[in-house]
C-alpha cells in the first residue's frame, strides 16, 4: 500500500481532488492539500518534494499540466506523474511522451483502476 509515500494532486475540479485524496489516504499515502494549478504545483513540489503526482492535464488559467510536469521534472526527475484527463488528443499524448515514460489515465477513471496504476507506478 502508501507505505508513507507523498502524493501531490493537481486537479481543479474540488471533488474529484478531494475523491481521489480520500482513496489515497485510506490506502496509507500521506497526501498534500491538492492544488489546482500548474504554478502551484510546482511551488508545491518546491515546498513539500512529493514521491507521486496525479496531474490534471487542463487546469483552467496558466500553464497546463503538461508544462507544469515539464517545469517539475526540472527540478526532480526522480518524481513519478500520472496524468488524468478527459482530452486524450495526438497532440497532448506527444508532449507526455516527450517528458519520458509517464502514465495517461482516460477520465473518467474508476477508483479501483486509478488505485491499481498508482500502486504499480510506486511498486517501480
Known amino acids: 500500500m502508501g507505505k508513507g509515500n507523498k ?5 481543479d475540479e474540488i471533488m474529484i481532488a478531494m475523491l481521489y485524496k480520500s482513496n489515497l489516504e485510506k490506502s496509507g499515502y500521506h497526501v498534500f492539500e491538492p492544488v489546482e494549478s500548474g504554478e502551484k504545483a510546482i511551488e508545491a513540489v518546491k ?26 521534472l526540472e527540478i526532480d526527475n526522480k518524481i513519478k506523474i500520472i ?3 478527459g482530452y486524450g488528443d495526438d497532440a497532448t499524448i506527444k508532449r507526455i511522451e516527450e517528458l519520458g515514460a509517464y502514465q495517461l489515465v482516460a477520465k473518467p477513471v474508476t477508483i479501483k483502476r486509478l488505485m491499481e496504476i498508482i500502486e504499480k507506478e510506486m511498486a517501480h
Do not use: W
Not at 7 to 11: A, G, N, R
Not at 47 to 72: Q, R, T, W, Y
Open 47 to 72: 515546498e513539500k518534494g512529493p514521491h507521486l503526482i496525479l496531474m490534471d492535464i487542463c487546469l483552467g488559467l496558466g500553464i497546463d499540466g503538461v508544462e507544469a510536469a515539464k517545469e517539475i
Open 83 to 85: 496524468f488524468i484527463s
Open 7 to 11: 502524493v501531490l494532486i493537481v486537479e
